[in-house]
Structures are given as structure tokens and as C-alpha cells.
């Protein structure tokens, strides 16, 4: 018998996060230990009317791939890809990996050949994306290397998973209607401002946004959510960050990130741990040394580091920003085939302003 918090986020994920309607292409992409929601989820895109292919995955064969392909191998992109980022209406991504850590040892040369093979896919995406024409959320299904990371046994991941998406309420398509309509108040706020400025004992940044628009992130592309962000005018950025957490990235961890900006770009970057691989990664192309998102996490719900992006970027109380590609429905313009979020905690002695007025402090919006 499926866990029926399973069947609410299925749910939750085509009918609220993707909105699947009749004749949808809806492409599952899905890790194969995530066979059980990837069930769940064809079950109901298949009520709502759409038509869902489904193809799982695993993890340690992609670092297989980048471990043993040649160079010409690693900058080949599939041809399959390419047409489904091209046509598909809904993309759901459930992720649940064998091996988080299964990149730590390749190369990094290796895996930045390989992203730059994906550089024409993520403009096609980001544009798509921004436009609307593709619909698409992604979300984990719990597993045990999750589990380890987060420091739970697989029963108290699953109740934290489960309990941030709010799978484990009665109505999780309403909780997640009632999250928007409270971030839009902020997002309205917001427009129109020009500048925002933070500064605490780990940051010191200013940054225009002059003509770019925040985004509400309620759950409709990533499950769960809860986080407001924009792309920063990508000239404008200047000082430096210190970001609390370990930055991963293809599933290899960079702790003690430093980095310096002037005139948009990153001129000096540093790091306690891998230092060597964050170098490579923003050496892929010209855009990675831009910043492409700042976002602020606004789900006070998660307070746990469990070494998930997914969730880690929305601890509420922290912000988070990411080097690489932008976003075009917030006005971004920087291209790159990196998009690499690292956060860092607001919770003390920190400070945002927009303009000349204070809205955030000390990990709370101050409105």
C-alpha cells in the first residue's frame, strides 16, 4: 500500500507545481530508486489528462560516463535530450542517488567539458523556462544516501521531506496557494527598487537591480520551495562573501567559500576545502565568474542543513546566491552552462537593504 504522503505529493507536483492539462507531453525523468513516486506521479498525470513518458536514471552511471568517456565523448550531447528540452510542455525531475559523493574523485576538467556539452540545452531551457512554455518542477524521493547526508535515519528523512512539502497535511495543493499569495506581498514590495545592499559579519555586497523583477518561488518548480530571487544587474555587483554552508556542486562539496566581486565579476575566490575544483568550475566559460541569482529562503519550516540544495537553499534565514547562468523572467541576461547556488546564514547581526530602507535583519523580513 503507497504511502498516501506519497500520493499528496504526486499530487501536489502535477497539479499545483506543473499544472498538467489535457494532452500535456510530460517527460518523468527519474532516479531509479525513485520508482515508487515515479509511479505515483505517472498515475496522475495520466487523470489529469496528460501523456507521460518516464525515464530513470542513475546517478553512478552519469559519473561513469564522465569518469571513462574520452573528449569527444564528454562534449557530445544527446540528440534525445536536445528534442525533449525542446518540445516537451511538463518536465518532473525526482531525484533520489545511490552515492551523493560519486563525482568527489573525477576530475575536474572532465566535468567541466561535460557541462560545456550542455551549454545550447540550458539556453534552450532557461529561455523556455522563463517564458513559460515549459513547465517543470523538480523534487527528491527519500532515500537512504539522503538520509545519511541530512545526519536521519531513512524514517526521520522521510517526515522531513514529507513535512516540507507539506505531504503530510490535509490539503497540500492549499498550503501551497496560501505560500504564494504571502511571498507576493514581498515581491510587490520589491518592484521597482534599485538597489540592494547587505552587509553582516560575513558579507559586505551591493548590487542594482534597477529594471530586473524578483521571482515568487512557491513550489511551482522546485518541491519544496519557499524563496524569493532575482538575477542582479550583471555589471553592478561589488565586495565580497564568506557563504556558511559547504557548496555542492555534481556531488562534490567545497567548504569555506570566499569570494571578491568588482564591476559584476568574481576577481578572487578561495575555499577551505576544494579550492581547486571551485576554480575549474568558474573557469567553464566567460558567464561563470558572473552572479547570476540572488535569493533569500523564506521557508521557516526547514532550519536543518542537510546537504540538499533542493532544501538548503530555502532554510529560512538565510540567502543564497548563485554564480552562472540567470534568469530571464527576472531580467537576467548572463549565459553560462553553470548555474551554481552557495549559501550562506543571515540569522545574526546582518542586515538588507533596498534602496535606503531596511527589509530584511537578522534572518526575518522586516515588513
Known amino acids: 500500500m503507497p504511502d498516501s504522503r506519497m500520493q499528496k505529493l504526486a499530487d501536489v507536483l502535477v497539479n499545483?507545481?506543473?499544472?498538467?492539462?489535457?494532452?500535456?507531453?510530460?517527460?518523468?525523468?527519474?532516479?531509479?530508486?525513485a520508482l515508487p513516486l515515479a509511479k505515483e506521479v505517472m498515475s496522475s498525470v495520466l487523470k489529469a489528462g496528460g501523456n507521460p513518458s518516464v525515464a530513470l536514471e542513475s546517478p553512478d552511471m552519469v559519473a561513469g560516463y564522465i569518469a571513462e568517456g574520452n573528449e569527444e565523448q564528454l562534449r557530445w550531447t544527446p540528440p534525445l535530450d536536445?528534442?525533449?528540452?525542446?518540445?516537451?510542455?511538463?518536465?518532473?525531475?525526482?531525484?533520489?542517488?545511490?552515492?551523493?559523493?560519486?563525482?568527489?574523485?573525477?576530475?575536474?576538467?572532465?566535468?567541466?567539458?561535460?557541462?560545456?556539452?550542455y551549454a545550447e540545452w540550458m539556453d534552450i531551457y532557461m529561455k523556455r523556462s522563463a517564458s513559460g512554455e515549459l513547465r517543470w518542477v523538480m523534487t527528491n524521493y527519500p532515500c537512504q544516501a539522503l538520509a545519511q547526508d541530512?545526519?536521519?535515519?531513512?524514517?526521520?528523512?522521510?517526515?522531513?521531506?514529507?513535512?516540507?512539502?507539506?505531504?503530510?497535511?490535509?490539503?497540500?495543493?492549499?498550503?501551497?496557494?496560501?505560500?504564494?499569495?504571502?511571498?507576493?506581498?514581498?515581491?510587490?514590495?520589491?518592484?521597482?527598487k534599485k538597489t540592494v545592499t547587505i552587509r553582516g559579519p560575513h558579507v559586505d555586497l551591493s548590487m542594482s537591480i534597477e529594471g530586473r523583477s524578483f521571482v515568487n518561488s512557491s513550489g511551482d518548480q522546485n518541491m519544496p520551495s519557499g524563496e524569493i530571487f532575482t538575477s542582479p544587474v550583471e555589471d553592478s555587483v561589488i565586495g565580497w562573501v564568506e557563504f556558511s554552508y559547504p557548496a555542492i556542486y555534481q556531488g562534490v562539496a567545497v567548504e569555506g567559500v570566499r569570494l571578491e566581486f568588482e564591476q559584476g565579476k568574481i576577481i578572487k575566490a578561495g575555499a577551505d576545502k576544494g579550492e581547486a575544483f571551485l576554480l575549474k568550475m568558474l573557469d567553464t566559460d566567460e558567464g561563470a565568474r558572473i552572479l547570476g541569482e540572488l535569493g533569500i529562503g523564506t521557508n521557516y519550516g526547514i532550519q536543518r542543513f542537510t546537504k540538499n540544495i533542493l532544501y538548503d537553499e530555502k532554510i529560512g534565514g538565510t540567502?543564497?546566491?548563485?554564480?552562472?547562468?540567470?534568469?530571464?523572467?527576472?531580467?537576467?541576461?548572463?549565459?553560462?552552462?553553470?548555474?551554481?547556488?552557495?549559501?550562506?546564514?543571515?540569522?545574526?547581526?546582518?542586515?538588507?537593504?533596498?534602496?535606503?530602507?531596511?527589509?530584511?535583519?537578522?534572518g526575518k523580513f522586516t515588513l
Open 82 to 117: 536536445m528534442h525533449i528540452i525542446e518540445k516537451v510542455d511538463v518536465w518532473i525531475i525526482i531525484e533520489a542517488p545511490e552515492n551523493t559523493r560519486a563525482m568527489t574523485n573525477i576530475d575536474p576538467e572532465r566535468q567541466q567539458m561535460r557541462n560545456s556539452a
Open 16 to 33: 499545483y507545481s506543473t499544472k498538467v492539462k489535457q494532452g500535456d507531453w510530460v517527460h518523468i525523468n527519474a532516479s531509479y530508486l
Open 319 to 362: 540567502f543564497h546566491l548563485a554564480v552562472g547562468s540567470g534568469f530571464p523572467e527576472a531580467g537576467g541576461g548572463n549565459e553560462s552552462s553553470i548555474h551554481w547556488d552557495l549559501i550562506s546564514d543571515a540569522r545574526k547581526a546582518t542586515t538588507m537593504w533596498a534602496d535606503d530602507e531596511i527589509f530584511y535583519k537578522d
Open 150 to 192: 541530512a545526519e536521519m535515519s531513512l524514517g526521520e528523512y522521510e517526515d522531513f521531506v514529507y513535512a516540507a512539502t507539506f505531504a503530510d497535511q490535509g490539503d497540500a495543493v492549499k498550503r501551497w496557494q496560501e505560500i504564494f499569495e504571502e511571498q507576493e506581498k514581498l515581491i510587490k514590495w520589491l518592484a521597482g
